[in-house]
C-alpha cells in the first residue's frame, strides 16, 4: 500500500470513527413503553408520562425515522413510501429550539451531531432561519429521504413552529406529520391536526399532564379504539433506563405533591386539595432573632388599584443552608407610601425585595416598582423568576415555585417562625388547587410574597443587624390593624 493509499485510508477511517461518534440514535436504549409510542400505527397517539423519562426523546426519535426513511430493523409501525411534509414545534420558540430543534439538528455550533445523520442534510443550504426574536431560530429544514431499498428519493421539508406564538402560519399547508411537545390548547390541536386532512397524515403528541382532565386529553383518552387516536400512559415505574434510586429520589420528592399523578405516573390530577399538606408542626420553629450572618430577603405582593398589600422576610442560615421565614405583613386599603414605609421597617432599605411582574404597572410617577425604589426600598433590577431546569430558560410559572417551595419544605430546609408567620401559615393551611392548578379566588398574598421570595433566593444577602418583627401602627389610622 503506497502512502496516497495509506492517506485515504486513514481519512476514511477517521470519518467512520467520526459518524459513528455523532450516531446518537444508535447510541439511546428505549425501553418497552417508548417502543410502544414509536411503534403505534394510530393516526394521532399521545404519549404520557412522568418528568424527564424520555417522551421528547421518543419523539423526536420517530419523527427522525419518518423524515428519513431510515426505519431500524426492530420497527413495526406505519412507514412512509417517500419525502413527506411535517411539522415540529413546543409551547415557546426557545422551548422548541433547545428541546427538539436542536436535538434532531445538533447544536448551532455542532450541526449533524444530533438525531438526524450528519450526511442527510446540509447546515449551510438546507437550514432557512428567522430574523430577530430568539437567536438561531429555524424557519424549516430540509433532510434527505431514503426508500426502502437505502437509495435518496429526495427530501422531506419540515416546519418549525412554537404554538404559543407561531402555529398560525402553517394554516393552509397540507402536512403528512405533526410533532408536538407538551400540551397545547384545544384550538391549537384542532388546527394542526386539520392540516393532517388532505393527506390522511399523523400527529404525535408527548408532554406531562399538568394542566390536568383538559378537554384534550380527554378526547384522547375516551376516544373508541378504532385506530385513530390513542392514548399511551408512560409511567415512571417504566422508565427503566433511569437507575433504582433515581426512581425513588424522584418519589420521595414528589411525596404530598399536588402534581404527583402527573409529574410521575403521567396522568392528569383529577381532583382537588391542599397544596401545602404537610403538617405544619414539623415546618414551625419558635420565633428568634436571626443572627447579622444570616442572608435575607423580602418577597412582596401588590395590590391592583383595590387589594392587599403583602410582605414575607425570609433569612438563610449559611451555615446549615436553612431558610426562615421570619415574619409577614398583610394589609388592605392603605397606600403605596405606606406600603414603603412597612417595608423600611422589615429591613426593605437594606435587604433585596423581590417583585412580581405586575410591579412594571403604570402609575401616574412611573412604575410601580420605580415609586417603591423612590421611597428607598432596596428592589431587586428584575421582576422574580425562576430558571426552568429543563430547559434553563427563565420562567414565572406559578406551579414551577410551587414545586421548588414544596421541595425546600419536605427537605426541611424551609421554616418558619411561628409568631411572626401566623398570617402566611393560616393561608397555607387553606391553599388548594384544583386538577393541578392553584384555585381561583384565594386568600393568597402571602403565599405570593413568599413565592417571590423563593424564586430569588440566590438574591439573599447579608445586612448587618437583622431586625425584630416590631410594626409601625400609625397615629391618625390604624391602616395594619389587627395587631
Not at 324 to 330: A, N, R
Not at 343 to 369: C, F, K, Y
Request: aromatic share 8%; hydrophobic share 35%.
Amino acid at each position: 500500500m503506497d502512502r496516497s493509499e495509506l492517506l485515504r485510508e486513514v481519512e476514511l477511517e477517521t470519518e467512520l470513527s467520526r459518524r459513528v461518534s455523532l450516531d446518537l440514535l444508535s447510541k439511546i436504549n428505549l425501553n418497552a413503553r417508548q417502543r410502544d409510542f414509536l411503534n403505534a400505527c394510530s393516526k394521532e397517539t399521545m404519549l404520557t408520562g412522568a418528568n424527564q423519562a424520555g417522551k421528547s426523546t421518543a419523539l423526536c426519535m420517530k419523527f427522525t425515522f419518518h423524515v428519513t426513511g431510515l426505519y431500524p430493523e426492530w420497527y413495526t409501525g406505519y412507514k412512509f413510501k417517500g419525502p413527506i411534509q411535517g411539522a415540529l414545534g413546543g409551547e415557546t420558540a426557545q422551548s422548541t429550539r433547545d428541546l427538539l430543534v436542536n436535538r434532531l439538528l445538533g447544536t448551532p455550533e455542532e450541526r449533524g451531531g444530533g438525531y438526524l445523520p450528519a450526511e442527510t442534510f446540509d447546515p449551510a443550504d438546507d437550514i432557512t432561519r428567522l430574523s430577530g426574536g430568539v437567536a438561531n431560530q429555524i424557519d424549516y429544514f430540509k433532510v434527505k429521504h431514503y426508500d426502502s431499498e437505502g437509495d435518496f428519493d429526495g427530501y422531506s421539508k419540515v416546519y418549525v413552529f412554537a404554538y404559543s406564538t407561531g402555529w398560525r402560519r402553517l394554516q393552509g399547508y397540507s402536512l403528512d406529520l405533526v410533532a408536538i411537545d407538551e400540551e397545547p390548547d384545544m384550538m391549537v390541536y384542532d388546527e394542526l391536526s386539520a392540516r393532517t386532512n388532505a393527506t390522511g397524515g399523523f400527529v404525535d403528541i408527548a408532554m406531562t399532564p399538568l394542566r390536568g382532565e383538559t378537554e384534550l386529553y380527554m378526547l384522547f383518552e375516551k376516544s373508541p379504539k378504532d385506530g385513530i387516536k390513542r392514548l399511551i400512559n408512560y409511567d415512571i415505574s417504566q422508565a427503566d433506563h433511569m437507575g433504582v434510586e433515581h426512581r425513588e429520589t424522584l418519589m420521595k420528592k414528589y411525596e404530598n405533591n399536588p402534581l404527583a399523578d402527573a409529574r410521575l405516573h403521567g396522568k392528569p390530577v383529577r381532583s382537588q386539595g391542599l397544596i401545602y399538606n404537610i403538617p405544619q408542626g414539623s415546618i414551625v420553629t419558635p420565633d428568634f432573632l436571626a443572627s447579622e450572618k444570616f442572608h435575607q430577603i423580602i418577597g412582596i405582593d401588590l395590590a391592583h388599584t383595590v387589594g392587599k398589600y403583602a410582605a414575607v422576610r425570609l433569612a438563610k442560615d449559611p451555615m446549615s443552608g436553612i431558610c426562615y421565614v421570619v415574619e409577614d405583613f398583610k394589609a388592605e386599603n392603605i397606600r403605596l407610601g405606606d406600603f414603603a414605609s412597612q417595608l423600611r421597617v422589615m429591613g426593605g432599605h437594606e435587604i433585596p425585595v423581590a417583585w412580581p411582574h405586575d410591579g412594571m404597572r403604570q402609575t401616574n410617577s412611573g412604575t410601580i416598582v420605580g415609586e417603591l425604589r423612590g421611597h428607598g426600598i432596596n428592589v431587586l433590577n428584575e421582576a422574580s423568576y425562576v430558571v426552568d431546569p429543563m430547559t434553563g430558560n427563565k420562567t414565572r410559572a406559578v406551579m414551577n415555585v410551587i414545586e421548588e417551595t414544596m421541595g425546600l419544605l419536605q427537605t426541611g430546609m424551609l421554616v418558619f417562625m411561628a409568631n411572626g408567620c401566623k398570617r402566611t401559615l393560616e393561608e397555607m393551611r387553606r391553599y388548594r388547587h384544583h386538577r393541578g392548578k392553584v384555585a381561583l379566588n384565594q386568600e393568597d398574598h402571602c403565599i405570593d410574597a413568599l413565592h417571590k421570595a423563593v424564586m430569588m433566593l440566590r438574591f439573599c444577602k447579608p445586612t448587618g443587624t437583622c431586625r425584630s418583627s416590631t410594626r409601625i401602627r400609625m397615629v391618625d389610622e390604624d391602616f395594619f390593624g389587627g395587631w
